[in-house]
Nanobody, 125 residues
């Protein structure tokens, strides 16, 4: 059974850092398009960062470019999102997701098949 479990969220002050992790079971992350998405209350879910099969291509939302870094550790079968210089507008529930088919560039949310339960990130002023 394919499972994705996020961790690493929490509450931090603006300017702080967090690293989110997505532990994967049931498949290998190197064989899937992997991404991070977020959703704030009252807003639609949006793509944050995606790493494409092969690892050579990544996508970042304009709002996080230069601050967030997506990576994966194939040996640990884990996806990461390093978040630096956090801002209050980064506050959201963050979700890990996976897809076996092409997700597009920019990626399309509805092309991702598997989703984690989410981890909350709260950034205070």
């Amino acid at each position: 059974q394919v499972q994705l479990v996020e961790s690493g969220g929490g509450s931090v002050q603006a300017g702080g850092s967090l690293r989110l992790s997505c532990a994967v079971s049931g498949y290998t992350v190197s064989s899937y398009y992997m991404g991070w998405f977020r959703q704030a209350p009252g807003k639609e879910r949006e793509g944050v960062a995606v790493i494409y099969i092969g690892g050579g291509t990544t996508y970042y939302a304009d709002s996080v470019k230069g601050r967030f870094t997506i990576s994966q550790d194939n040996a640990k079968n884990t996806l990461y999102l390093q978040m630096n210089s956090l801002k209050p507008e980064d506050t959201a529930m963050y979700y890990c997701a996976a897809a076996v088919q092409w997700v597009g560039y920019p990626p399309h949310l509805d092309n991702f098949e598997y989703w984690g339960q989410g981890t909350q990130v709260t950034v205070s002023s």
